[in-house]
């Protein structure tokens, strides 16, 4: 039973424009999440967090929303460049426990 | 933001043996340390959740005998496999809260080939 879904595999977007990745959970226990970037043999690199009292969290040009009534989180990147290329994953975490990973997008930014 | 190191970052051996991944939170201390598999495309799976001064709890399906986790310190967490056979050939990944507990920060991984 996957807990955090990721349902598109990859996503295609032209350099400056705004890449968007959408995230969505089962569990509600969940009360923070956490979104990563990660390259081929590398651990993860932290990008941005929110809190479930919050529906909102920027930082730069990563902004973070969260809708709990639908359980959807999405990651906006703007403007995006080419070194946004790699695979994000959504994660979630209830009370600062252990986290859940999603399967992961592949975002590929276009010259 | 905070460090989590892992130490080898690479390691061969042959089948039947033992490897040890040690992983250090560098600047902070964590009571409490995980640690992660990830296959080949695929995503990060969490194995067990280290506990200092307690023993681990593992996630349903691994064995906790043949992933041996000692929590020795505030800042040191051990990952044995034991007898390695080819299946375990995997990138394992630990990490830690910091101590704010606002971010999950990763180490570097260590990618490990059974022979």
């Known amino acids: 039973d996957q807990q955090v879904k990721q349902n598109s595999p990859s996503l295609s977007v032209q350099e400056g424009r705004i890449s968007i990745l959408n995230c969505d959970y089962t569990?509600?226990?969940?009360?923070?999440f956490l979104w990563y970037k990660k390259y081929p043999a590398e651990g993860p690199t932290f990008l941005i967090s929110i809190s479930s009292i919050k529906d909102k969290n920027e930082d730069g040009r990563f902004t973070v929303f969260l809708n709990k009534s639908a359980k959807h989180l999405s990651l906006h990147i703007v403007p995006s460049q080419p070194g946004d290329s790699a695979v994000y994953f959504c994660?979630?975490?209830?009370?600062?426990?252990?986290?859940?990973f999603g399967k992961g997008t592949r975002l590929h930014i276009l010259p | 933001g905070a460090v989590v190191s892992q130490h080898p970052s690479r390691v061969i051996c042959k089948s039947g043996t033992s490897v040890k991944i040690e992983c250090r939170s560098l600047?902070?201390?964590?009571?409490?340390m995980f640690w992660y598999r990830q296959f080949p495309k695929q995503s990060l799976m969490l194995m067990a959740t280290s506990n200092e001064g307690s023993k681990a709890t593992y996630e349903q399906g691994v064995e906790k005998d043949k992933f041996l986790i000692n929590h020795a310190s505030l800042t040191l967490s051990t990952l044995t496999v034991t007898s390695a056979h080819p299946e375990d050939s995997s990138f394992y990944i630990c990490?830690?809260?910091?101590?704010?507990?606002?971010?999950?920060?990763f180490g570097p991984g260590t990618r490990l080939l059974v022979l």
């Open positions: 990490s830690a809260w910091d101590q704010q507990g606002e971010t999950q920060y």
């Open positions: 569990n509600s226990m969940f009360d923070y």
């Open positions: 994660a979630a975490s209830a009370s600062r426990d252990k986290i859940i």
């Open positions: 600047d902070f201390q964590a009571t409490t």
